[in-house]
Structures are given as structure tokens and as C-alpha cells.
């Protein structure tokens, strides 16, 4: 390829071609719409000319001489019968039409003026500073200056308004100009007045603006295809130059033989519609150009813009080879640093590997254990293609493995499978921050799907419910090095955007973690080694906590869990069980607070608040003090516990979760009632125009917040009272007040009552007039009216309460629905913006210009990754250490 | 700083100008020229408010404060428009 670049660029001009220009660049003159001759050969100066390239093999382009694949093609051109306006434009044009005078052809400001508009742009082009952006705005300037005044100040004549029909139409006082006119009106304008209309002369004219001659761009740029029933189909931008090419034959014919006027005027109308939509087919105010079957023409413009334009496409984002995608499913046995890999597509992945000394007897064993594997049953990675020192790729089959696997020898490269160990990069859509693609460690596995730990999850946004992710196999050693140290999963346990784990137990692991340490929980001996067993626990068993018991001695959950703990933690703090409603002493006496010392738990139940992401104080404190390869093996090692204790215990929850007594069911249903006639006493007042406003407030607002206060105690109440029914027996409750996954909250409108629907922050009040539904009536605000719910999700709801709850539900779906749109569309401008900035080794950041943006990377140099949620320093714990430790 | 009461907002950082020989002292370190620094207006109400009178292609240099990242200084090149 090296031949196609002849000369070295120094500098590029981007300016308006002139017919001089596009003939200069023409290969061959295009004068039939035809493109083929009956036997399929390209007809001489018809569209598809062998002098513009050639998209057939076989075939010799006329103009280089070079086959297909070596030529991107020439350009050709049409010559227009008539002049026609480039819509695009068409802004410009008026603007200069306006600024300056038909008659003298020049700008309508005086000598002084424009000498004052030149200096300036002048000033700008010589400093080397003067941008495009900076010389426009004095244009415009001047522009706008001109076209104010009413007289030209050269030859004293008087100025008529020029107006613009979008797109291409001109009107001075009603009447037409032609193109014609405007490019003779164009080219009278002298060249000393064009620098402050914004035109270097010595580069391009105005009159360029108006076309003469239609360049047509090469034939690989536009490739007919040939269809399976063998009919060839030409790409739109083809049809539509055959569109311009057959008007333009017309339009001539029908000039030359002095046709009427009418009959000419509307062909130049219509060879101009077919310019303007060849450029872009969705200019305003014309209709679009339609394909035979009724799909609009994908011409110019649209080749470029939007999202699947070739910009944001085909330059700003690429096809990548070395990747692979599938559906994603969970193993708890994976380590958060290991992503799951099917044979298949192992198979088909490869890593070059150069061949030396050491590796060469391993790699010749790959070759033969894939063509003769002496346990068919077990993965060994293969070689796809080896390629020898010369750089010729050899294909391995069956036919010629024995051969070339001898040959094999140092300084041949093999692509090789993918295998254990192999670092790989693993992303899923839409990736939002820079967790969403990280480095993993394959493992190969049966089966067709991608495996990953579930503690990953959270920061891929990941779930199993059909989710696909793409695996990209990275391919040299440096890249495998950076992907290795700066991008693997353990890497990315803490959170650049908040300075705490955004990995760490979840679900399942929270419950089962909990289970094993909760209260007195104990395991005997089997257990206790069973449970240890997963976590590859090689010492001795710890003392038993209480060897007398019966049975035999008994391990407690806690002991189990400290196996995981640093020797030197010491941590104390409440659980996430911790009532706060209660005492420190009751909360002490029911075991809600957790108290580590010396790496022991000696109170407390691990949950949430210990070994969660965001919030877990353990997991937080190991992945800060310990480094990442702690981190790591503590979540692994959790999921492995969990998952243990869990066998041990079992988990269930069902409908009866929501049960709760006759008795708590009649007392929420009193406290109901006695809220709903607390909401009816306030209405009456309202009614009665009693009621007190509130400092700030209309009467009608005051009965709004107090209704919805009393109906929002009254569901907190119920609520109350079905947690009382709803004991630590209860896996729901368990897993609610664990921070496992769900809330009380849930759970009191599953058993308790529903509580206020909202619209808006609102209770409902949409509907028919001075009421939601026909089945209240006019003007009644009281409680159930206004989309109170009293019933719980296992009694049901009643029609009217099933209504709201379905109002204020899609309220949810909406919003969801608009802000998912909305934010990305911010977060594509934010990341747009801020893509070039890096901070430099000296601290600072700088953009690819290498101005500086901030002097010390966040003011500060402080690393939010490293940060305790956003502090530099844990000034809490430093006090706490310095006072002796605790 | 005078006594304009511009400075009397918290939320207005010191201004400083800064002479040839301090700005040499503060760029030489970044390894940058002048113009590769973040600008400021001329008519940059703070600029107004400083004893000495800013011109183009003068350095300013501003002592913020934040609560969480305490002091930190930048500088600004000032220019016309």
C-alpha cells in the first residue's frame, strides 16, 4: 500500500471544488444512465466506467490499471445541462446574495469598513492562533453589517431584499432567481471583497457553491451486488445518479430544441430535487427519495451521520476478530477473578505464542494430543495455524499434522487455544463505567455458556436471566501484562467513583453467612469440617467453643467464619440486624452488634453490614489494609463458606413467610380504620373551611401533607405490627434484616397493608371530574377515594385499590423508561468531553493538546480508588489505633 | 487584596498576579509555555478587582480552597477573548 501515499501531507484545505477542479480529478465524463451492456461488461462513459474502478475480479480498472481490492477507484463527472444549487449551501448563498448589491457585485460596506473587517482576519491567519471558529465570528460580523444597510455605498443604487424558501429556492420580491443568476451575481463579486465574507479567493469562489459539473464518485464506493437469482441490484447512490443523469439528458434535449419555458423550468426543478437528495435525502421541506419498494434512499449525508453513520460506525468504533459472545450463568466454585469458558469457543479463540527452547516440547505434545488425544474426553488446548519464520501461515489438519508438527522448531510462531490461566478481557453492554469491562482468567468448561462468580454481578450489572457478554483474548505480552495488573476483577473490588467495594457478598452468600454466625448457632465435628473443607482450610481445627456439649464438641459459626480473618483485625460495629429503634443494651443483648478482635469474632452475627459491597465493614477493611489479593481470596473464600453453611442449614421462603396471626390482622385493620376517620375528621374541617394552613402553605396543601403523613404512619404502623408476628424464624425476614435482598418494607406490604399510591409525589387525583373513579363520588377526599390501599399483596387488592396501585406502578415504568434514555444520551456527552484528558507523571491533567486542565489531579492527588469513601485519610481508625487498638 | 467587595465572598478564591520572573519559576516545572495554560477573561470580574491592572498574556494565579481537598493553586493565562 505503501506506493498509494506518493507524498508526505503537510497541510490540508477544506474549500468548495470548482468545476475546473472536478474535471481536473475526472477520469472519464459520464454521459448514459445505462451501466451494463446485455453481457454484463460496464459501458464506456455510463456509471459504471472501467475508468472509474472496477468492482468485478477478473476485470483491469482503465485509469491505473489495477485489479480489484488493489484500486479504490477515480472519480468521474457529469456535466450539467443547467446550473444547480448545492442545498447545503444555501444559508450562505443568501446571506451573500443579501450582502451584497446585483449590480456592482459589492459588499454593501464602505471602503473603511471592509479594510477594518480585513485587518482583523488578517491579524488572525498570519498569528497562526486564528481558528476557523474565531474568523467566522468576525465574518459574521461583517455580514451582518452589510446586510442592514439599504444602499450600496459604490454605486449608490438601492438594495431589494433577497429571501430564502428552504431548500433551494430564491425570491427577490416574489420573483425566482434562477441559479443561473445567483452564479453570475456570485462570480461578479470582486476577490478584494471576499476575505471578510468569509471566502479566501486564492483557494475557492462563491460561484462554487452554485454546481456546473456533478463529480461522481468511484464505483467501489457505490458496488452494484449480484442477487442469488442472478439480477444485479445497484447501490442507492448509483440509482440516484441515474435519476440526475437521465433529467439532466432531458433537460438538455428538450433546451436545446427550444421546448417552452414552463417545460424547462420545471425539468431544472426537478434535476435540482435530485442533486439535493443524492446529497442528503432528508433535507427539510422536501419529500424523501424513495427506493422501488418504498424505502427512502440512503444517499450521501446519510452514509455519514447519526449512529450508524460511517463515523460513529465504521471509524470511531470497529469489528473486533478474537472475541466471543454468549449467554452468562453463575458458579458459586469460580473464583471472582475467573470467567468460565466453553470449549467451543476455546476452540475457536486463539493466543500467538512464539516458540522457543522451553515451550517447543509443549507445544509439538498440543499438536499431537489434539489429532490423537489419549483421553478424549479431557480439554487440551490445539493450534490452529502455524506461522513459520517467512510469515506464511500453515493451516494444521489431519492430513498434515505429523509432518508439520516435526517441523515445528524456535522462532515459529503457533495459535494456540485458549487454556486454563489465558487472561481475557470480559465486557458487558452498556458499559457505563470501567468496571464493566475487566480482566479475567479462563477456566474451560463443559458446556455453552460463559461462567462467572455471582459477586461480579453487581458491577457488570449483570443477571441470568438471558444476559449475554462478549470475551475479547487479548494478544500480545504487553497487552496481556497491563490487562493482567491494571484491569483484572480483584483490581476493581474498590470503586474509583465512592472509594468503597462495589464487589462483595450478595444474596445468597449475606443468608448463608448469617446463618452460620447468627446467635448460638454451633456445628459439630463433621459439620464444622465439611463446612471447612470448601474453603481448603489445612490447619488444625480450633479449640471448640463448647466442647461439653452433647454429642460431642461443638464449633460456633463464628469460629468457622474467623478462619477467613486477618490475625491483627480488630473491628467493632453494629450489625445490619441492629435495631435502631432499641436500646444499646437490648441491641447488646440480642447479638446485633459485631465485636472482632484479633482476627476472632467474639459477638455478632456476620451479615450485610460485614461482608456486603458498599457497606461491608469487614470486606471493606481487608480490601483497604490488605491489598487486592486479600480482597480476592476473602470474597472467594466467603462464597465458598456461604454456600457451605446454607448446605448445612437449608433456606426456604414461600407465601407463608407473609402469614401473620388473626389477631395482628384485626389490629392493623383497627389502626386503619382509626387513620381513615383521623383523614375524614380533617377533611370535614377542610370542608367546613375550619382548617389551620400550615406556615407557607394553601388550606388545600395542608390537607394533602396531613393526610398523607396519617396514611403514611398508618402503613408504617401495620407495618410494625406485622414485624412483630414476623420473628428471626423467618428466612423472608431473615434475608430482609441481613440486607441480603429484600426490605421490611416489602415484606409489611406483602402481609400488612399496601399503603398510599402516588402520581407525582402526589396522591392520586387524575381521573374524571372532581374525582379518580365513577365509583366515588364528586369531590370526596378522603382516604380511599384518593388511591389508599388498604389490603396487603397476599389478601389482594379491590378493583378500585388494584386501579391506583396499577397508576402509581406504571408511574415507576415510566420514568425508568425516560431516564435510561435521557442519561445516556448526558453520559455520551460527559465521556465525548472528557475522553482525552489523562493525568500526566508529574500529577497534572492534560488533554491531547497538552494544556493543562487541572494542576494537581483533583485538586488534591488523592486516588478516589484508594480513598476511604472519598477521605484521604481514616481518621477515625488512625485515633482509634493510636489510642491502643480496639 | 483590597477591599473590593468581591473579596469578601467565600466563595471568590485569591487572585494574584504574577511577574516574569515567578511565572519562568512556576511553568519551567510543568515543562509548558504560557499559552498552554487554562485562560481567564480579561473582563473577568475578578481580574477587575485586583490592585495592579491585568493585561493580556499575564498569569494569575488563584488559592483555592475546598473543604475536602484544602489548598490548591492554579493558574490562568489571561486573555482578551
Known amino acids: 500500500m505503501r506506493e498509494m501515499i506518493p507524498k508526505k501531507i503537510a497541510k490540508i484545505d477544506f474549500a468548495l471544488m470548482g468545476p475546473k477542479e472536478i474535471r481536473k480529478l475526472s477520469a472519464t465524463k459520464v454521459i448514459t444512465a445505462d451501466t451494463y451492456d446485455d453481457d454484463g461488461f460496464p459501458i464506456p ?22 485489479k480489484m481490492d488493489e484500486d479504490p477507484g477515480h472519480f468521474g463527472h457529469i456535466d450539467l445541462a443547467m446550473p444547480v444549487i448545492h442545498a447545503g449551501y444555501s444559508k450562505t448563498m443568501k446571506d451573500l446574495l443579501n450582502a451584497t448589491h446585483p449590480s456592482s457585485g459589492r459588499i454593501m460596506l464602505t471602503q473603511d469598513r471592509i479594510d477594518h473587517y480585513n485587518v482583523q482576519i488578517q491579524m488572525l491567519i498570519d498569528s497562526e492562533a486564528g481558528t476557523t471558529v474565531k474568523i467566522g465570528g468576525i465574518t459574521r460580523r461583517a455580514i451582518r453589517e452589510a446586510v442592514k444597510s439599504k444602499t450600496c455605498p459604490h454605486c449608490g443604487e438601492e438594495k431589494i431584499k433577497v429571501t430564502l424558501d428552504k431548500p433551494t429556492t430564491f425570491r427577490e420580491e416574489g420573483r425566482k432567481l434562477t441559479p443561473k443568476e445567483i452564479r453570475s451575481r456570485m462570480e461578479k463579486i470582486p476577490d478584494s471583497d471576499l476575505l471578510c465574507l468569509g471566502f479566501n479567493p486564492k483557494i475557492t469562489r462563491p460561484e462554487n457553491m452554485i454546481l456546473t459539473v456533478l463529480s461522481v464518485p468511484p464505483v467501489p464506493m457505490r458496488p452494484s451486488i449480484t442477487l442469488e437469482s442472478g439480477e444485479r441490484s445497484e447501490d442507492d447512490l448509483t440509482h440516484k445518479l441515474v435519476d440526475v443523469l437521465r433529467i439532466n439528458q432531458r433537460l438538455r434535449e428538450n433546451r436545446d430544441a427550444g421546448a417552452p419555458q ?23 421541506g422536501i419529500p424523501t427519495a424513495r427506493h422501488r419498494s418504498g424505502r427512502p434512499l440512503k444517499t450521501i449525508v446519510q452514509r455519514l451521520k447519526g449512529k450508524e453513520g460511517r463515523f460513529r460506525s465504521n471509524l470511531s468504533g ?58 478424549p474426553e479431557q480439554y487440551i488446548p490445539g493450534i490452529n495455524y502455524m506461522i513459520r519464520p517467512d510469515s506464511r501461515r500453515v493451516k494444521l489438519t489431519d492430513e498434515n499434522w505429523e509432518f508439520n508438527h516435526e517441523r515445528l522448531e524456535p522462532g515459529f510462531i503457533v495459535e494456540r487455544h485458549l487454556m486454563d490461566g489465558d487472561i481475557v478481557l470480559f465486557n458487558r453492554q452498556p458499559s457505563l463505567h470501567r468496571m464493566s469491562m475487566m480482566a479475567h482468567e479462563v477456566r474451560i468448561m463443559k458446556g455453552k455458556t460463559f461462567r462467572i462468580n455471582l459477586c461480579v454481578c453487581p458491577p457488570y450489572n449483570a443477571d441470568f436471566d438471558g444476559d449475554e457478554m462478549n470475551l475479547h483474548v487479548v494478544q500480545s505480552e504487553e497487552a496481556r501484562a497491563e490487562a493482567r495488573i491494571l484491569m483484572r476483577v480483584q483490581e476493581h473490588i474498590r470503586s474509583p467513583r465512592f472509594g468503597g467495594a462495589v464487589i462483595g457478598a450478595i444474596h445468597d452468600h449475606i443468608t448463608g453467612m448469617f446463618l452460620l454466625t447468627h446467635g448460638e448457632a454451633s456445628y459439630d465435628r463433621d459439620q464444622t469440617v465439611r463446612i471447612l473443607s470448601r474453603v481448603e482450610y489445612k490447619k488444625d481445627l480450633p479449640k471448640p467453643e463448647y466442647p461439653k456439649a452433647k454429642g460431642g464438641p461443638r464449633w460456633s459459626g463464628r469460629q468457622i467464619f474467623s478462619v477467613l480473618l486477618p490475625d491483627d483485625m480488630n473491628l467493632k460495629y453494629n450489625a445490619s440486624v441492629y435495631f435502631a429503634e432499641r436500646t444499646l443494651e437490648e441491641n447488646t443483648k440480642l447479638d446485633m452488634i459485631v465485636e472482632i478482635v484479633n482476627g476472632q469474632m467474639i459477638r455478632g452475627p ?14 471493606e477493611d481487608i480490601s483497604r489494609l490488605k491489598g487486592s489479593d486479600a480482597a480476592r481470596d476473602f470474597i472467594d473464600k466467603v462464597t465458598r463458606l456461604a454456600v457451605g453453611a446454607l448446605m448445612e442449614t437449608g433456606c426456604t421462603t414461600g407465601i407463608d413467610d407473609a402469614d401473620v396471626p388473626k389477631d395482628a390482622l384485626t389490629q392493623i385493620t383497627v389502626a386503619q380504620i382509626d387513620a381513615v ?58 434475608m430482609a434484616r441481613s440486607g441480603a435482598r429484600g426490605s421490611m418494607l416489602n415484606l409489611s406490604q406483602m402481609a400488612g397493608s399496601i399503603g398510599q399510591q402516588a402520581v407525582r409525589g402526589e396522591r392520586i387525583s387524575r381521573g374524571y371530574e372532581k374525582r379518580t373513579l365513577s365509583h366515588f363520588n364528586q369531590g370526596d377526599l378522603g382516604a380511599d377515594a384518593k388511591g389508599f390501599v388498604r389490603s396487603s399483596y397476599k389478601k389482594g387488592l379491590t ?31 460527559l465521556i465525548n468531553a472528557l475522553e482525552d484528558l489523562r493525568v500526566k507523571y508529574d500529577g497534572t491533567v492534560r488533554n491531547t493538546a497538552n494544556t493543562v486542565v487541572q494542576f494537581t489531579y483533583g485538586e488534591d492527588s488523592i486516588d478516589p480508588t484508594k480513598s476511604k469513601f472519598g477521605n484521604a485519610i481514616d481518621i477515625d481508625r488512625l485515633i482509634e489505633d493510636a489510642k491502643g487498638g480496639k | 487584596m ?20 515567578e511565572i519562568e519559576k512556576r511553568l519551567k516545572p510543568l515543562q509548558i509555555e504560557k499559552t498552554q495554560l487554562p485562560k481567564i477573561f480579561l473582563k473577568d470580574p475578578a481580574l477587575k478587582a485586583l490592585d495592579q491592572e491585568a493585561k493580556p498574556g499575564d498569569v494569575v494565579e488563584i488559592h483555592r480552597f475546598d473543604d475536602h481537598a484544602g489548598t490548591s493553586l492554579a493558574y490562568r493565562l489571561v486573555v482578551e477573548e
Open chain 1, 45 to 66: 462513459m455510463g456509471l459504471m466506467d472501467l475508468h472509474m474502478g472496477v468492482i468485478e475480479p477478473g476485470l483491469r480498472c482503465k485509469t491505473s490499471g489495477r
Open chain 1, 677 to 734: 376517620k383521623e383523614v375524614d375528621k380533617l377533611v370535614n374541617a377542610y370542608n367546613k373551611g375550619k382548617l389551620q394552613p400550615r406556615p407557607g402553605r394553601s388550606v388545600e396543601e395542608t390537607l394533602e401533607v396531613e393526610v398523607m403523613g396519617i396514611l403514611g404512619r398508618v402503613r408504617d404502623k401495620s407495618g410494625e405490627i406485622a414485624g412483630w408476628h414476623l420473628g428471626m424464624d423467618n428466612f423472608a425476614v431473615i
Open chain 1, 606 to 619: 456476620v451479615d450485610g453490614n460485614s461482608i456486603s459491597a458498599f457497606k461491608g465493614r469487614i470486606l
Open chain 1, 318 to 375: 470497529k469489528r473486533v476478530n478474537f472475541s466471543a459472545r454468549t449467554v452468562i450463568t453463575p458458579d458459586p466454585y469460580l473464583s471472582i477473578n475467573q470467567v468460565g469458558v466453553p470449549e467451543l469457543a476455546a476452540r475457536e479463540l486463539t493466543v500467538p505464542v512464539r516458540i522457543n527452547i522451553h515451550n517447543l516440547a509443549f507445544m509439538r505434545n498440543l499438536i499431537k494430543e489434539n489429532f490423537d488425544p489419549s483421553d
Open chain 2, 2 to 21: 483590597n477591599n473590593n467587595a468581591l473579596w469578601l465572598n467565600k466563595l471568590v478564591p485569591k487572585h494574584v498576579l504574577l511577574d516574569d520572573s
Open chain 1, 262 to 284: 414552463l417545460i424547462v423550468e420545471d425539468l431544472w426543478e426537478l434535476l435540482q430535487y435530485h442533486i439535493t437528495t443524492y446529497f442528503d435525502n432528508q433535507t427539510a
Open chain 1, 799 to 829: 378493583p378500585t385499590e388494584y386501579f391506583f396501585h396499577s397508576m402509581g406502578g406504571r408511574e415507576g415504568l415510566v420514568d425508568t423508561a425516560v431516564r435510561t434514555s435521557r442519561s445516556g444520551y448526558m453520559q455520551r456527552r
